[in-house]
């Protein structure tokens, strides 16, 4: 079955600079990558997503970039402030398979003022 | 406007008790899932339903029942609970199966 692994696991960054959160997927027939975004005691919320006929996707300070042959994908969040801290999860859904998420393990990020 | 909502927000509940969270959506997709968030935060899909119909059972105990009554609504009971079955529980949904899917806020089950 497909295996998404997450890195870091957790990510502490100063205001107004940049994170960076990485996802390695094994399965080639992975199609749809989004990010959630869970605040403490909050539901997962998407944040950004990409399919794979694209290799990079920007929304406001947030970006993401796929590599298909390597099989990973990126999240980016420029600028930082203290409301981006939050756990964020990376996953990835297969062609055949109806919206069965697989999700990273999270990246716990605290952004100090 | 609440676009998933769960109930109850929190359940405790002793060993070997039956409960049920019940899940509604308001925004006219036909695709609804449960999620269980354990303690280290890892989610992980339970059952899926599209327009009232099991599309996707992970490997999940018989004790473990969803029912659809219809397409806005996705129920979980759970017979016979046990200590491992404390989580908290994410009903989500979508329209079909490669797209956003937006959550509830989550029912944190505690069985004591």
């Known amino acids: 079955g497909e295996n998404v692994e997450q890195h870091p696991s957790t990510l502490s960054v100063q205001e107004g600079d940049s994170a960076v959160i990485k996802c390695t997927y094994s399965?080639?027939?992975?199609?749809?990558f989004p990010w959630y975004k869970q605040e403490l005691g909050k539901g997962p919320q998407l944040i950004i997503d990409?399919?794979?006929?694209?290799g990079e996707k920007k929304d406001q300070r947030i970006a993401v970039t796929l590599n298909k042959t390597a099989k990973h994908f990126s999240l980016h969040i420029t600028e930082t402030q203290p409301e981006d801290s939050a756990v964020y999860f990376c996953?990835?859904?297969?062609?055949?398979?109806?919206?069965?998420?697989?999700f990273g393990a999270g990246t716990q990020v605290v952004v100090t003022p | 406007d609440t676009a998933v909502s769960q109930t109850p927000k929190y359940l405790v509940t002793q060993m070997g008790n039956d409960k049920s969270i019940k899940c509604e959506q308001n925004l006219g997709h036909d695709t609804m899932y449960w999620y269980k968030q354990d303690s280290k935060k890892f989610l992980k899909i339970m059952f899926s339903y599209n327009n009232k119909e099991l599309i996707i059972n992970e490997t999940v105990p018989n004790r473990f029942s969803p029912k659809s009554p219809d397409k806005a609504h996705l129920n979980l009971h759970i017979n016979s609970l046990e200590l491992g079955d404390s989580a908290v529980y994410f009903c989500?949904?979508?329209?079909?199966?490669?797209?956003?899917?937006?959550f509830g806020p989550g029912t944190r089950l505690t069985v004591l």
């Open positions: 989500a949904s979508s329209q079909g199966g490669t797209s956003e899917q937006f």
């Open positions: 996953a990835t859904i297969k062609s055949d398979s109806w919206g069965k998420l697989q």
């Open positions: 399965d080639s027939a992975s199609n749809y």
């Open positions: 990409i399919r794979s006929n694209v």
